[in-house]
């Protein structure tokens, strides 16, 4: 199973040579299904969205995704307080919130952007629920998959977390979810998130990318997206970043799930 995990496309501040570079870079991996993590627009105008869409639609393999708070319209105040996700579900998705089951991988995705938040993310107790109740012991590989950070990279250790995130993790653990995806801090970084967070009971694998094709870089550090790839027990993730005018493998990190969970 390989999927790849791209996130925080921000059209309307995208790089087209880096938007050329990553379609012809997905195009050259045997992808299974493409995880978008949000964001995908600069300010959620139209254009934008079907730009977005254009490049999923390009890949050519089916892929899920969440909103990210630049989906949500920042200078329409009516909009954003009573129809935040209509632009989204109109050229993205109709459910900003997809449960995937398919070929033995379970995907939530959670929308975590609030229209009266106005760039931090929030987890609801019903959400925190819906993770608590929709995993099955049959998956090979669970799921959780939100826009804003669960954990903080290195690269920026002031970035504000998903309000919640200590809820939603707690009932991803012991729902036996195997990987959390996130997005929104425009760097890469993965962790074990029960030593970021002690007391989860389970080695569960945070993976964060940076923007996939945006000029919106930080830390330094380029555009970057994930492959996850699953054999057996074994979870090889490699972070290819733009460099020189096309993407390549900077990274690469092999974990191996026990009765606990994932171990590096
Ligand atoms: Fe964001």
Not at 16 to 30: C, H, I, K, S, T
Request: charged share 25%; proline share 4%.
């Amino acid at each position: 199973m390989r999927l790849v995990h791209v996130t925080d496309l921000h059209f309307g501040a995208e790089d087209p040579d880096v938007v050329a570079g990553l379609r012809a870079d997905l195009a050259g991996q045997d992808i299974d299904r493409v995880l978008v993590s949000g964001d995908l627009t600069m300010r959620a105008r139209t254009g934008q969205f079907r730009a977005a869409r254009t490049l999923l639609e390009s890949i050519g393999r089916p892929w899920t995704s969440v909103p990210g708070n630049h989906d949500l319209p920042l200078d329409r105040v009516l909009t954003r307080a009573l129809r935040p996700l209509d632009g989204y579900r109109r050229f993205v998705d109709a459910q900003p919130q997809p449960m995937l089951h398919a070929d033995g991988l379970q995907v939530l995705g959670l929308s975590t952007a609030r229209p009266y938040l106005w760039k931090n993310g929030r987890v609801d107790a019903g959400q925190v629920a819906r993770i608590g109740s929709v995993f099955t012991a049959a998956a090979r590989l669970r799921v959780l998959m939100v826009h804003h950070p669960v954990f903080r990279s290195a690269q920026r250790p002031g970035l504000t977390l998903l309000h919640g995130a200590g809820r939603a993790l707690r009932a991803a653990a012991r729902a036996g979810v195997d990987v959390v995806i996130c997005g929104h801090d425009h760097v890469a970084a993965q962790a074990d998130l029960s030593l970021t967070r002690p007391g989860l009971g389970r080695h569960m694998i945070g993976v964060m990318s940076g923007t996939a094709c945006s000029r919106r870089v930080r830390a330094g550090e380029s555009q970057s997206y994930t492959v996850l790839e699953l054999s057996g027990e074994r979870l090889r993730l490699r972070v290819r970043h733009w460099r020189g005018g096309r993407f390549e493998t900077r990274s690469e990190t092999e974990w191996r799930r026990t009765a606990d969970g994932w171990h590096a």
